[in-house]
């Protein structure tokens, strides 16, 4: 077991004061028998009443309703966390899907149904055709080997660009520019998936960087193994998700997943600009 604690702030400034309309906030991680909060604090600027509730996927949402008007909106989240390590996915998986292509059991196909379809499906056939590269139907292969194989594909196959701009690349974009933010590199990792027949969801959280350097904000895909659960594939960085993943929300489509979204109202260019900080360190 390791202790981390994560610090994240996130900072919206205005020429002047401007009315905040409700937001809702994924700040908190995701618990289980791998992760565990031993405290937290949430603090709001300008003053709020946060209510707190579960999604329709078990995340763990703020709703904020704001009481007056301010200049700046800021959130600040510290949170400590447990981790605790979890087994290798080749020792984990059910026998009747160490071998690719498999079926998935008859008792969890109506659960996993949204999850296995495509988010993009005008971009299939790109998809499809960029697949090839990797697995030709037909074959028999590992199922552990074929999925580490296609997050290394994605890895090798774009090149990571930080983006700024709010959302995410359609996966024809991706192939096309060649280029990619993790947000981009978890969508389309999660689009390949599910035209080879896997479920898989996006996931956004936080990464813990090497030493010497501030943690992230981060996403990445989970992908729903028989046996082994729904386990964590990072392509942006060619790795399984680890203790150094934290995550706080996981949806069938990214724009659930956002860490923070609400509305404001006020004179037009009142907006000035956002900062956002992150620090996530061992204890």
Known sequence: MK????????????????????????????????????????????RADVRWIRDVYGNSIAFLTFAEPGATLRLESEVDVDLYADGPIDCAVDPSAQWYPFQYDAAEQVEIVPYRLPSYPHDGAAVQAWLRELYSPGRTILTADLLNGLNGLVYRSFRYKRREEAGVQVPCETLRLG?????????????????????????????????????????????????AGWRGFDPTNDKLAGSEHVSVAVSRDHEKASPLSGSWSGPAGAFDRMEVSVQVFGL
């Open 3 to 46: 202790r981390i604690r994560i610090v994240h702030s996130t900072a919206y400034h205005y020429h002047e004061p401007v009315r905040f309309g409700a937001h809702r906030a994924l700040l908190r991680p995701r618990e289980g028998h791998d992760v565990h909060i031993a405290g937290s604090k949430l603090s709001v600027e300008p």
């Open 179 to 227: 280029t990619g933010s993790c947000r981009d590199y978890a969508v389309f990792l999660m689009e390949a998936s599910r035209h080879l027949g896997f479920a898989a969801r996006f996931v956004t959280g936080y990464v813990q960087m090497g030493e010497g350097q501030h943690g992230a904000t981060h996403a990445w895909t989970e992908i729903y193994i028989p046996g």
